[in-house]
């Protein structure tokens, strides 16, 4: 089993940055698509920003401008740039990705814990 490690979260005021971090803690044999989830209590975990392993981007619409994800697919790894922090930005972030641990495997989904972001007004 692989458990995605992340690390950055962390409390900042409204206008501030936070650079998210997450790494597979073990040699991989490739990556299809890595990303970023967040979910507050009560609601869907929805999709922050992911990358591909051709570098293709996408983000929600609430974080475009302003959030910057990038990733070494090679490595399973994918960091978020997040700036000009809002409020309602707090939530718990999780690190996703789509990988192939073996040559032999096929490509699964694995998650990380999760890390808290809050943002004080």
């Known amino acids: 089993q692989v458990q995605l490690v992340e690390s950055g979260g962390g409390l900042v005021q409204a206008g501030g940055s936070l650079r998210l971090s997450c790494e597979v803690p073990r040699s991989i044999f490739s990556s299809l698509l890595m990303g970023w989830y967040r979910q507050v209590p009560g609601k869907q975990r929805e999709l922050v920003a992911s990358i591909s392993k051709r570098g293709t981007t996408d983000y929600a619409d609430s974080v475009k401008g302003r959030f910057t994800v990038s990733g070494d697919s090679a490595k399973g790894a994918v960091f978020l740039q997040m700036e000009e922090l809002k409020p309602e930005d707090t939530s718990v972030y999780y690190c996703?990705?789509?990988?192939?641990?073996?040559?032999?495997?096929?490509?699964?989904?694995?998650w990380g814990q999760g890390t808290q972001v809050t943002v004080s007004s």
């Open positions: 996703y990705g789509n990988l192939k641990v073996h040559f032999d495997s096929y490509y699964e989904d694995y």
